[in-house]
Each structure stands twice: as structure tokens, then as C-alpha cells.
């Protein structure tokens, strides 16, 4: 992903700069993913809930 106008990354390239294994980049990249699905729900849910 690429932040403030930086160039996206690739996971190998992630993984190489700190010192860590691809599949460990892709790990939490998929963690992070769902973390963020999850509070996206969660915020459409409590938006639609009766006050």
C-alpha cells in the first residue's frame, strides 16, 4: 500500500525492508483486512440502531 503520496509496496518488498518473511507480510495484511471489515460493519450496525 502505498501512504502520503508514496509508492505502493509490494509484500516481497515489505517483507525485505523489515527483515521479515512474505508470508508473514501476508499474515497480517489479511489480519488488518479483517480487522477493518469487521469495525466497518460494526459502524453500518450501530448507525442503523434505533437511538
Known sequence: MGFGGKKPLTQNEIASSMGISRSYVSRIETKAIGKLA???????LNKNAPA
Do not use: N
Open 38 to 44: 469487521k469495525e466497518m460493519k460494526e459502524s453500518r
